[in-house]
């Protein structure tokens, strides 16, 4: 009888394991047959008609919207999206659209905001602010951003005719005959050699298929012209394909070394990716710039060099995508980018900041806090973390933008005053030698309207709410109305006075814009190096991968460095400022590790004499140097 029971045990458990295992097919097929009837419900009993791809394509997005926000659908119209995003190409006139909201709400018209340097709308002289008045034959004034843009695209060599309004000029309404091209996006838009020094700088704007190509090519041409030190720009790239990263990662890592591993639901979706190319170099000292849009194949990049010591990061933290997706076809040429998996760098940490799969209560999510992320360690035995980005191994404080420089970037008067300039100006000075001047900074001023700034004034708001709360609450004595009168004079909203205050600020902005019109993408880089003659990046951490020295060797000691550069690290910490990221200061620490006496710092702060010291002993003895430098500092000569 056991054994009968037994038997029936078994079976009750093999049939609730295969019950178990159908469920989620039939889950789907159950939901999937509810759908269907549900929609053939609506498109035979609803009152009005019923646009069958709006509505689907409506379920799709929202479903997809509750997964992650890169798993996305590209249906047939939006295929030339997903192209241009992995390929860097694209048919059309070369240029950036907008359309900006009012401070009601409502939409300005559609205007250019930046054609692209050689491009055929550079080419044929559109200009950042002209208005899309019409387009071919049609009327194109009240048309969204989105069915313009789709309409300037087309087969290279097609003939568009584009007719513009261009603001401050009298004869305003100009037309334009562009051949459309194959648009190349360069994902390195600038490199250069920092003037007056030996460092190379390279913008890295995203990862394509062109991206390594193009990091290539900028190396060689620096280290052609001298450079021997570089830095790596990768503030506001977004990411882009996997590939491009690795291949970037062994230009500065030895063949064979693992930049990142991937691991999703199926063994297929695991992988290794390891460098596969002979190296540019692997000694030359490398800065990472990053910012919180370094994101993605950026993070992975910068990630791997960090995780094995070769590099040194500087900037804010990045942004936190430690996901990979992967494209699939579907039925009528549709196309789904699916998150397929996550990536670990070399250490073993993913930095993936948000985990969309535990979504609080109401549907949002929520990043991971700093307390619960895990630690990890460098090949040279730094602490790393993960989740929630990448920590820079310097990170720059961004200053707080005050409401007053936010009111002018989001309602455009930065960006409607270069335009102005522009027309007023067809030349200007070299982006290395122009400067906003007191001059110009005025007509500036003179420029915004106040009767249309929009300027939240939330200080004499906050006095009128605190002087009815005072007379409601039965305080609204003279004395208690003499103070408040007194805060009203003092706090009392200026224009005029609040744009010299912020002027610094604002004047970064400016000459972005201003720049971007005359020399592109390559102007607006130039003019944030030209205040800085000298940047001489540290070398990274210690070399992991180069053999041990068996015998003394005080040339090429990394605590001996330390010697060359005291006086170059007095100076930085007078007055520590980072040359590329213009912003007002760098709180600059330094920490210096070996094996044999640790830690460096005494307080908090260097203590230089003591430093000396100390290297100083240590290199009589020295064979494999664990000196490193996990903080760098910059030189103001």
């Avoid at 003591?610 to 910059?634: D, E, G, K, P, W």
């Amino acid at each position: 009888m056991r054994k009968v029971y037994s038997l029936i045990a078994a079976v009750i458990v093999a049939l609730s394991a295969s019950a178990a295992t159908r469920s989620p097919k039939n889950e789907v097929a159950r939901n999937l047959d509810i759908f269907n009837a549900l929609y053939k419900a609506l498109q035979t009993a609803y009152v009005d008609s019923i646009d069958a791809t709006k509505s689907i394509n409506t379920a799709i997005y929202a479903m997809l919207g509750d997964i992650d926000p890169y798993t996305e659908y590209y249906p047939e119209d939006d295929q030339d999206d997903f192209t241009t995003i992995s390929t860097g190409e694209y048919g059309g006139i070369g240029s950036y659209i907008q359309q900006r909201k009012k401070a009601d709400g409502t939409l300005y018209p559609t205007m250019i905001s930046q054609p692209r340097k050689n491009s055929p709308a550079a080419r044929a002289g559109l200009l950042p602010g002209d208005i899309f008045i019409a387009i071919d034959n049609d009327t194109v004034s009240s048309w969204a951003s989105e069915k313009i843009s789709n309409r300037l695209k087309g087969q290279p060599g097609t003939p568009v005719r584009v007719t513009v309004k261009r603001p401050y000029v009298s004869d305003s309404i100009l037309s334009f005959d562009i051949i459309r091209e194959k648009i190349d996006i360069n994902p390195v838009p600038f490199f250069d050699m920092l003037p007056g020094s030996n460092t190379g700088y390279i913008n890295l704007e995203t990862f394509n298929e062109k991206s390594a190509d193009g990091v290539r090519d900028a190396i060689n041409d620096l280290k052609k012209q001298g450079a021997t030190s570089l830095i790596l720009d990768l503030r506001g790239n977004g990411g882009g394909i996997l590939e491009g990263a690795v291949e970037i990662a062994g230009f500065f890592l030895p063949k064979g070394t693992e930049v990142v591993r991937t691991r999703g639901r199926g063994l297929v979706n695991e992988r290794t990716y390891k460098t596969t190319g002979r190296p540019i170099d692997t000694e030359i000292p490398l800065v990472l710039l990053t910012d919180g849009a370094t994101a993605s194949s950026s993070e992975i990049l910068t990630g791997a060099l960090q995780d094995l010591d070769r590099a040194v990061v500087i900037g804010d933290r990045s942004f936190g995508k430690g996901l990979v997706q992967s494209s699939r076809p579907l039925p009528y040429n549709g196309l789904l980018k699916v998150t397929i998996a996550r990536y670990y760098t070399p250490s073993g940490r993913c930095v993936q900041a948000v985990d969309y799969s535990h979504r609080n209560p109401d549907g949002t999510v929520s990043r991971t806090p700093d307390s619960l992320t895990n630690v990890f360690h460098t090949a040279a035995g730094r602490e790393v973390r993960d989740g929630g980005g990448i920590t820079p191994d310097i990170t720059i404080e961004q200053p707080k933008l005050s409401r007053l420089v936010y009111n002018v970037v989001t309602d455009g008067w930065d960006f409607n005053f270069a335009t102005s300039y522009r027309a007023k100006n067809p030349t200007t000075l070299p982006a290395s030698e122009w400067t906003v001047t007191d001059s110009i900074y005025e007509d500036f001023k003179s420029f915004i309207d106040p009767d249309k700034f929009h300027y939240d004034r939330v200080c004499e708001m906050i006095i009128d709410e605190l002087e009815k709360a005072a007379e409601t609450e039965g305080y609204n004595t003279d004395e208690v109305k003499e103070t408040i009168a007194t805060l009203r004079s003092q706090l009392k909203h200026n224009l005029n006075h609040d744009l010299d205050i912020h002027r610094e600020e604002i004047s970064r902005y400016i000459a972005n814009e201003i720049m971007q019109r005359y020399y592109f993408d390559e102007g607006v880089i130039q003019q944030s190096l030209r205040k800085h003659s000298k940047f001489s990046p540290i070398r990274p951490p210690i070399e992991p991968y180069s053999p041990p020295r068996t015998k003394t060797d005080t040339s090429q000691c990394a605590p001996c460095r330390i010697l060359n550069i005291c006086q170059f690290f007095t100076r930085a910490l007078k007055r520590a400022s980072y040359p590329v990221v213009t912003l007002p200061s760098l709180a600059t620490h330094f920490r210096f590790y070996n094996h044999s006496f640790g830690n460096l710092r005494q307080g908090g702060q260097l203590d230089l004499s003591s430093a000396v010291r100390r290297c100083r002993q240590y290199c009589r003895n020295c064979r494999t140097c664990l000196f490193f430098i996990s903080r760098s500092a910059v030189c103001l000569r």
